[in-house]
Nanobody, 119 residues
Framework: QVHLVESGGGLVQPGGSLRLSCAAS????????MGWSRQAPGKERELVAT???????YYVDSVKGRFTISRDNAKNTMNLQMNSLKPEDTAVYYC?????????????WGQGTQVTVSS
């Protein structure tokens, strides 16, 4: 298991940028597929972006071209660079680490960091 801690959230004006970071404990960070999800008030949690152990990435359509996910296995960190932010990006953003070993699924979440896009 890994323990995840997000940072980097805050208040930003529309069109601005933020960089979220996820710091992971443990020595096997590189074996986890990582991702960011978000949850806006009154809405279900939404998958935003993922990055596999091999570096393959996925983005939900609404953030393509604006957000970039990356990971640094040497530092046990994952980042989400968010540019051209919109009010609809306002949500709590959660870091996720997941892997399947045989019949066991390891699925870890951070506590979340608030992102507010408003003028």
């Amino acid at each position: 298991q890994v323990h995840l801690v997000e940072s980097g959230g805050g208040l930003v004006q529309p069109g601005g940028s933020l960089r979220l970071s996820c710091a992971a404990s443990g020595s096997d960070f590189s074996t986890y597929n990582m991702g960011w999800s978000r949850q806006a008030p009154g809405k279900e949690r939404e998958l935003v972006a993922t990055i596999t152990t091999g570096g393959n990435t996925y983005y939900v359509d609404s953030v393509k071209g604006r957000f970039t996910i990356s990971r640094d296995n040497a530092k046990n960190t994952m980042n989400l660079q968010m540019n051209s932010l919109k009010p609809e990006d306002t949500a709590v953003y959660y870091c996720n680490a997941k892997k399947i070993v045989g019949s066991i699924t390891y699925n870890n979440w951070g506590q979340g960091t608030q992102v507010t896009v408003s003028s």
